[in-house]
T-cell receptor, first 115, second 112 residues
Framework: SQQGEEDPQALSIQEGENATMNCSYK?????LQWYRQNSGRGLVHLIL?????REKHSGRLRVTLDTSKKSSSLLITASRAADTASYFC???????????????FGQGTILTVHP | GAGVSQSPRYKVAKRGQDVALRCDPI?????LFWYQQALGQGPEFLTY????????KSGLPSDRFFAERPEGSVSTLKIQRTQQEDSAVYLC??????????FGPGTRLTVT
């Protein structure tokens, strides 16, 4: 499967704690992207990390990529109740000869941050 | 600023009816994607347009699904003879080539 596998499926933490979500995959990628989806709302792009990058930061978010292990992690530091959402990793690959950015999403991690 | 918009936001159709879902991408975005998201799942790719050309329709689940983008801007996803298994949220996304995708709010389709 080209799909990313996310772990854990659900995560419940207190405000102020850090949250770590992991994504593993089996194919070669062009880039890996993380998205957030609040209940009833559309997907919001968080970070894109290219296959030749190892780490990227954006505000309280840190993403790492280990292409040798075919895995990525998303760390949210000092979490807030507003971070409560589903988080998806999405793979951009050359599968089937495509190179236009088609994304294959994982099942997602449901993060709940308690105030 | 103007993001990706989709209409209608909600659609209830009786089994067997045809539906048309509209997507207005961000102006200037060459790429347009349609995804289907079932409840509790991640989005799944349906089809891709580069300008007006439909370059990939490998994710369309059956020949009842048809998409078009005749002028390289607005796109319509049409589902003929809807079935209950078509109930899902249909997401549209646009982007520059090989860049992050910007998603619309989706159309929630319920087939009764």
């Amino acid at each position: 499967s080209q799909q990313g596998e996310e772990d854990p499926q659900a995560l419940s933490i207190q405000e102020g704690e850090n949250a770590t979500m992991n994504c593993s995959y089996k194919t070669s990628i062009n880039n890996l992207q993380w998205y957030r989806q609040n209940s009833g709302r559309g997907l919001v792009h968080l970070i894109l990390i290219r296959s030749n990058e190892r780490e990227k930061h954006s505000g309280r978010l840190r993403v790492t990529l280990d292409t040798s292990k075919k895995s990525s992690s998303l760390l949210i530091t000092a979490s807030r109740a507003a971070d409560t959402a589903s988080y998806f990793c999405a793979l951009s690959t050359n599968a089937g000869g495509t190179s236009y950015g088609k994304l294959t999403f994982g099942q997602g991690t449901i993060l709940t941050v308690h105030p | 600023g103007a993001g990706v918009s989709q209409s209608p936001r909600y659609k209830v159709a009786k089994r067997g009816q045809d539906v048309a879902l509209r997507c207005d991408p961000i102006s200037g975005h060459v790429s347009l994607f349609w995804y289907q998201q079932a409840l509790g799942q991640g989005p799944e790719f349906l089809t891709y347009f580069q300008n007006e050309a439909q370059l990939d329709k490998s994710g369309l689940p059956s020949d009842r699904f048809f998409a078009e983008r005749p002028e390289g801007s607005v796109s319509t996803l049409k589902i003929q003879r809807t079935q209950q298994e078509d109930s899902a949220v249909y997401l549209c996304a646009s982007s520059l080539l090989m860049s992050e995708q910007y998603f619309g709010p989706g159309t929630r389709l319920t087939v009764t």
